[in-house]
Nanobody, 127 residues
Framework: QMQLVESGGGSVQSGGSLRLSCAAS????????MGWFRQAPGKEREGVAA???????NYADSVKGRFTISHDNAKKTQYLEMNNLTPEDTAMYYC?????????????????????WGQGTQVTVSS
């Protein structure tokens, strides 16, 4: 069973930056497609960014131009670079992964497309 472990969360001021990491315990096609999701208190979990094995990316409109998803297969790690953060970005952030044949290609932002999840890392942005 693959395990995903996030790190890099923390507290920053508005306009600041953070880089989240997600390390996978397994390598191979189990994590060909990857995504980042977030859930703020009282809100539903939403897709933030996703990437497929071909490097195609997909972003939520709210983070386009500010967030960048990437992965390093040699390190079995995916990343979410977050810039120009605002208080509206405050949430628990989760990484997810699965076979691309399960999620579809192009980068899925639907949480139901992913079977493997990390435990989450908190991001808090103060004004």
């Amino acid at each position: 069973q693959m395990q995903l472990v996030e790190s890099g969360g923390g507290s920053v001021q508005s306009g600041g930056s953070l880089r989240l990491s997600c390390a996978a315990s397994e390598y191979g096609n189990l994590r060909d497609c990857m995504g980042w999701f977030r859930q703020a208190p009282g809100k539903e979990r939403e897709g933030v960014a996703a990437i497929d094995i071909g490097g195609n990316t997909n972003y939520a409109d709210s983070v386009k131009g500010r967030f960048t998803i990437s992965h390093d297969n040699a390190k079995k790690t995916q990343y979410l670079e977050m810039n120009n953060l605002t208080p509206e970005d405050t949430a628990m952030y989760y990484c997810a992964a699965d076979h691309c044949y399960h999620t579809g290609y192009g980068g899925s932002l639907r949480q139901t497309d992913y079977r493997y999840w990390g435990q989450g890392t908190q991001v808090t942005v103060s004004s």
